[in-house]
């Protein structure tokens, strides 16, 4: 089984965001970047996938050199192989025709990424990726078997869960508890520093989007506290100054 799994550079969730020139640049500086959780999430699945039944597993990422550390901790945690598309991940179009691009023409089975990203939550890749390939896309995959050339899935409603058969090849944006998060050994670590990492220019140079301006979101007001007896004074509060009811 031939696997490609799409994992994303993300800040540290612990990370103090900044913004520079003017609010329209992210301030790198100071930050931590890992792979995004859900992608964690989709790279675990895929090295138990590989482990039960063979194959190989590329990881992929689009960003400049500066995401290359975390291409290769992916390829100690279990990748064979690394691919960096040598651009700015601008949109989520952009980077879902840059992946297509790629997959086209490699003949993977599964193309596995996480439900979203961290940094921008959009969510809308996996969709993207599917649609341009022609080929199915599931999001967000809770659990992932393979039975011959047939994928079942558990996928998360609203509610409850919805269980599912697809032939393959196909997408999925997977999240939590589809498997267990890995942590590289030593042996992953150096075996990493000798597998291919291959840089590729991306096959458009245009973005369909401009970046107007970053905002922060505004800082969290004092905390009001109410006498418990004091019920219509809580509700006056509610409704007028939170807002919420």
């Not at 994303?8 to 612990?14: E, G, L, R």
């Amino acid at each position: 089984m031939k696997i490609l799994v799409c994992i994303t550079h993300v800040p540290d969730t612990t990370s103090r965001i900044a913004f520079t020139d003017g609010d329209k640049k992210f301030d790198a500086n100071g930050v931590q970047f890992i792979i995004g959780p859900y992608d964690d999430y989709a790279l675990a699945r895929a090295v138990e996938l590989k482990e039960q039944s063979g194959g190989s597993i590329t990881v992929l990422n689009v960003g400049g050199a500066e995401t290359e550390p975390t291409l290769r901790k992916a390829l100690a945690i279990g990748a064979d192989d690394a691919i960096r598309i040598n651009a700015e991940p601008t949109d989520s179009l952009f980077v879902a025709s840059e992946i297509a691009h790629v997959a086209k023409d490699a003949g993977y089975d599964l193309i596995l990424m996480g439900r979203e990203s961290i940094d921008f939550n959009g969510g809308m890749v996996h969709g993207m990726v599917g649609e341009i390939l022609g080929i199915p896309s599931i999001s967000p995959v809770m659990t992932l078997d393979i039975d011959g050339d047939t994928a079942k899935m558990a996928r998360e409603i609203e509610g409850g869960k919805e269980m599912l058969e697809v032939k393959m090849p196909l997408v999925a944006g997977c999240q939590e508890p589809i498997a267990e998060w890995k942590i590289p050994n030593m042996r992953g670590i150096m075996s990493a520093r000798t597998k291919p990492l291959n840089v590729v220019e991306p096959s458009q140079n245009q973005s369909g989007t401009t970046l107007d301006k970053f905002e922060l979101p505004p800082a969290k007001g004092a905390v009001k506290m109410v006498d418990a007896d004091n019920v219509a004074e809580l509700v006056n509060l509610l409704k007028n100054d939170a807002k919420v009811i």
